[in-house]
């Protein structure tokens, strides 16, 4: 564009009749102009003027006609001077697309309180408002209908249910009476968000109490189906103010799922309020709420009541280490007796006679007599296990001092690793410890001193982190200490090489309290500290902070030895070492300021020039210092003029936040004085939202605005910076804006593929749309429809949706229906913001016609998306009959809407739940003409997947029967087929049952396998194997896995004996013998209790069996049982058990049939697994005079 035109568009663009209408009302800023406004309208009142008049006064810009208006109709409402105009004007402004009108417009509390009629409310406001008006709309209604009148609130609930839908309606529920919430909350099944809770509670806490029980695990019945699904872990932020107010509802609702772990987190405020109040809750079931408690709080007389119950029901989950957890806050001697007590008196026997429950913790405060036996014990039977994680303390360090030391020495004196070394000293300090023995540690400490001073420099810093962890060094003697110091000494002498900056600063800060409780001058270790501190990592120097004094006098010797140190020294460390210990200090002072303490002398930093000296000076080498960002905040908050002899000239804007608002109101003059920085600050942080609100807020001061909109036209007509966009948007007025963004909007379709061109033009295009979103009302969204023709789709779709949100539906819908018009990509969005907009039965009536006229499957995708959610959320009449009709539509074209299966039945009601799978049903049987078999199959097996036991006993048994008829003998090769899911829902679902019930559905299940039976036999299917028969494959797995299938006791007898009379009235023990065998097998367990009493049914069933299948079928009986025993007994016993009892018994029966028998069962499992374990029962059978028997047991020994 040449200079010239560009002049040319910048003197149109700038012309901004909104901001300069704001201009010409007097005052600085906002306050000051709509108080002018008001006072003038006022003026108009009192000289007896109405509504038309007031907003005709030449005093008013023409561009605020619609503020002024509203103002002056609240202000006429306000003072008495009613009238209907009065309200049409707030509505009018209701319905406006400016966010500053309509903002105004909600706050004229007479018109929201006069509201009496729903069905005038929603026609004249409701349905022509934008998206996000209505939803504000709404939560004010709320607002102001709560407490007052919960009959219009619930007549409005029932309103906007029925037009908008259960999410649009819900704020309105917090202004409705108890039991409406309560019947609404059942019949919609709604699920409350964790705000909605909040704030019921405060009006109907014993309703929030009801609604969270609705949760209990217990409700959750298989047979019965729930679509109310309320997660307790939703709402464990709030489950604590339950404690103050209902604390025998926190109680049970805690206590029902006690089995999860709630992670619910008491302040410390509230677990003190649960241990005053709930008492005896928590002594007689600690197992559930000792989480709830502070430890330290609790008593030992408490605890004695409490522990004792903490133990596990089993033996064998109790873990020592774990329960010593509960008494890590109580002497030694109470915790050992109440652990030994306890468990002796819950189990029955001692727990030091259990060697493996005797861990290194426990050990570590037993009696010293005893705690040495079980060392010797630990000693004999572990000579070199090593415990206690990456630490290899022997058990032998739990022995006597004088035992333990001399032999490590020795070891120590052995060993040329360091780290082994470092290892083996641990192991002297952990006896020491273990043995109170504080001798023997000065001995250690001696030894370490004068044997150990050469050692690399990781071996002094492990020494010390290890002495620190083991031993309250505090508390450590003058001797002990005197030879750390000089162990620190030699270390800090030698700084360079003994990486002296990596001491632990919990070390040195326990140094300085020793010799400050001691008397003891502090010094040398504090400028050991101050060495650390200025050459480390560290960023705070404030130490000992739970000891204010002596965190003081710290503080103060670091000034001093700072001050003092040679000039070379101090160049070194001054730009590390000067922000660190002045912040030090403020924070210092901040932190005793805030707990008010008087005793505590605070820092004047102007005692200690010599500190902002040498800041000054490090200011002329670099004031770019990162160090000094925080700084310079502090020193403007404690030290102003300090901080203005620094930085004389810099205005102190670092950012837009909430101060510069408050700035902004309080000073607008100073804004104006530094317009020009808060400019670039604005232009740099462009996508911040706190930028976009101080830029929107600057529209009302004087002068302000015109600049920055001046500025930011120059730069995206001049400068090409389309980031200015932006700042633009928020600034001006819609109209104004769309006038400007107009002729840059792109007049083709298509991207310039041009290389040098391209990249700029989309750049500077791809901004437009977030301007777009920041204006003020919406620019019209033909514009933001001529980016939607193109290649810009993917820009504008933020804007798109944020526009259509703020834009009237009346403009909305009419659009919307123009996208969905269009290409694919562009008509899919055009289905959702209808979806987003407009009205259920709109809704319903709009995608009823999409699904019908669009036929792409991505856009009929989209369509089916929305339909699902529909009825998902607003389960009617209406919207089941649009599913339905969707559904009964879907063709071989919406194969991709079944890639993954759409027909969850989690929320379908009940009432509709037959007709929802019988239609599904019926698409699968459509589409299976013209679709892949293994598609058609695994759209069966979902379907069939997504019934479950509580929906199997809703549907009809005419359609289970169906179903069965259909899969349950559809047997191929491939085991993903529907007939593997059809036995699970048979066997698992529908005869999972009793008494009449199961009588009726064994009947069913009789008369479809006897059919199938019957009339497919002998039907070969040669397309799967030459010698493939589908319906015996199908009865063989069937009647394996109802033998298999672990059943209630009262159902499987009288289910294995219905399925074996129904086995034999159509097929005989020759037709399938290895379902003959298991039906017989089954039959024998069911009579018996224990693996003796069935291998004795069945020695004597064994013979009756070769009989009829003549000796030359024994191995295939043995192989049948060897399968039973293995898959067919009950979970009561373990495989191992149940076979060698079996088998044992077996033998010892004394017949031929048996003892052969039992020799191929062994033989058959020894194949699997050997038969090392039942050598007793091999040479019992080996002593058989038999040679078969001889032979197979010879065998099974080879």
Known sequence: MEEEQVKENSKIYLKTPYLDAIQSIPGESAHDKYCWIAVEIKARI?????????????????????????????????????????????????????????????????????????????????????????????KKLAHRLAGRNPQLAEEFFDGILSSYGVDRAMPILVACSKLFIKDVISKQKLVLSIGMVNLLYKRYPDLIVWYLKLSNPALNDPLERRIHHVKISEYKSFLPKLIRRNLSAFVEIYEMHSKNSLGVHLSRKQANRFAWNAKKYYLDKPNIFYKLLIPENISEEDMKIMFPKMLPDKIEDFNTNRMLQYLRQYPKAFSVSLLLKSYENVYGMSLLDEEKMVTAELMKILPAEERVRQAKIKTRKHDEDSIGGNDKFMWTSFLPANEVLPKIRERIAKTSDMFERKNLVSQMLFCCKVNEDDESLLEVLKYVQDRHRNEMSSFHHAFLVKIQSIYDTLHLSLDHWSILFEIIQRMYAKAKSSDFINVPMDFLETAVRFRLNNNLPPEPILKMMFFVLSRGYQSYWNVLTDYPEYERLCLLHFLRIAEQMEQESWNAIKTKTIPNLIMSIYRFNERHAKVNDL????????????????????????????????????????????????????????????????????????????????????????????????????????????????????????????????????????????????????????????????????????????????????????????????????????????????????????????????????????????????????????????????????????????????????????????????????????????????????????????????????????????????????????????????????????????????????????????????????????????????????????????????????????????????????????????????????????????????????????????????????????????????????????????????????????????????????????????????????????????????????????????????????????????????????????
Not at 88 to 93: K, R
Request: with cysteine; hydrophobic share 40%; charged share 25%.
């Open 46 to 138: 009192a000289m007896g003027a109405n509504l038309e008049e007031i907003v005709k006064m030449e005093q008013f810009p023409r561009a605020l006609y619609g503020l002024i208006k509203v103002e002056a109709a609240k202000i006429l409402n306000r003072t008495g001077h009613t009238s209907q105009s009065n309200y049409e004007a707030i509505e009018e402004g209701l319905r406006s697309e400016n966010s500053e009108i309509f903002s105004r417009s909600l706050q004229a509390k007479e018109f929201f309180n006069n509201i009496t009629d729903f069905d005038y409310f929603s026609n004249n406001l409701l349905h022509h408002v934008s998206y996000n008006t209505r939803c504000k709309i709404i």
């Open 599 to 1198: 005793k505590i002398e605070f820092f004047s930093m102007r005692d200690y020039p010599w500190i902002f000296n040498e800041l000054f000076e490090m200011l002329k080498e670099n004031r770019q210092d990162f160090r000094l960002n925080a700084l310079k905040t502090a020193l403007k908050k404690n030290e102003i003029d300090i901080y203005n002899h620094l930085w004389p000239s810099e205005p102190d804007i670092a950012t837009i936040d909430i101060n510069t608002m408050n700035q902004l109101k309080k000073d607008p003059k100073r804004i104006l004085s530094h317009w020009e920085t808060y400019y670039d600050l604005c232009r740099k942080l462009n996508y911040n939202g706190a930028v976009h609100r101080f830029v929107r807020s600057l529209r009302w001061y004087n002068t302000i605005p015109i600049k920055f909109a001046e500025r930011c036209v120059d730069g995206v007509l001049k400068g090409k910076n389309e980031n200015l966009l932006v700042m633009l948007g928020s600034l001006v007025h819609g109209e104004t804006f769309a006038k400007f963004i107009e002729p840059l909007l792109p007049t083709e379709k298509m991207i310039d593929m041009d290389e040098q061109s391209r990249q700029n033009s989309f750049s500077f295009l791809h901004k437009i749309p977030y301007g777009m979103e920041m204006a003020n009302p919406p620019v019209p969204l033909e514009l933001i429809g001529r980016l939607c023709e193109g290649d810009y789709l993917s820009s504008s779709l933020s804007a798109l949706n944020n526009s259509c949100r703020r834009t009237s539906v009346t403009k909305v819908i009419p659009f919307a229906k123009h996208l969905c018009c269009q290409r694919v990509t562009v008509a899919k969005h055009g289905i959702r913001l209808i979806a987003m907009v407009t009205s259920l039965e709109e809704l319903i009536e709009f995608l009823s016609i999409s699904w019908k006229q669009q036929e792409h499957h991505s856009v009929r995708k989209v369509v089916f998306d929305k339909v699902k959610h529909l009825f998902r959320r607003m389960p009617s009449p209406s919207t089941w009959g649009l599913m339905k009709m969707i559904i009964s539509t879907i063709s071989e074209k919406e194969e991709s809407l079944l890639l993954i299966w759409p027909f969850d039945l989690a929320d379908v009601p009940n009432d509709y739940i037959t007709e929802y799978l019988k239609i599904v049903l019926e698409m699968i049987d459509r589409l299976e003409g013209t679709s892949k078999e293994q598609t058609i199959k695994s759209y069966i097996i979902s379907f069939l997947r997504s019934i479950d036991f509580a929906i199997c006993n809703i549907l009809p048994d005419e359609f289970l029967v169906e179903l069965f008829r259909r899969y349950l003998f559809n047997e191929t090769c491939n085991h993903a087929n529907p007939a593997y899911v059809a036995r699970a829902l048979l066997i698992n679902l529908y005869l999972e049952t009793t008494g009449d019930n199961l009588d009726r559905r064994l009947d069913t299940f009789s008369k479809i396998f006897v059919d199938a039976v019957k009339s497919k036999w002998n039907m070969l299917d040669s397309t799967e194997s030459p010698h493939y028969y589908p319906i015996r494959n199908a009865v063989r797995t069937l009647i394996t896995e109802i033998v298999y299938t672990k059943m209630k006791p009262e159902a499987r007898s009288l289910v294995i004996d219905r399925v074996m009379e129904t086995f034999l009235s159509v097929l005989t023990h020759e037709d399938d013998a290895q379902c003959y065998l298991l039906l017989i097998y089954a039959q024998e367990w069911n009579r018996v209790k224990t693996p003796k009493e069935f291998a004795t049914e069945i020695g004597k069933k064994l013979p009756e069996l070769i009989e009829i299948y003549t000796p030359l079928f024994s191995y295939f009986i043995a192989d049948a049982l060897k399968d039973f025993l293995k898959h067919g007994h009950s979970d009561n016993f373990s495989s191992e058990y149940f076979l060698r009892e079996f088998v044992e018994t077996l033998s010892e029966l004394g017949t031929i049939e048996a003892s052969y028998t039992a020799a191929q069962v062994l033989f058959l499992f020894s194949k699997e697994s050997g038969a090392n374990c039942h050598l007793p029962v091999l040479r019992k059978l080996a002593k058989t005079e038999h040679p078969a028997i001889k032979s197979l047991v010879n065998h099974i020994q080879k």
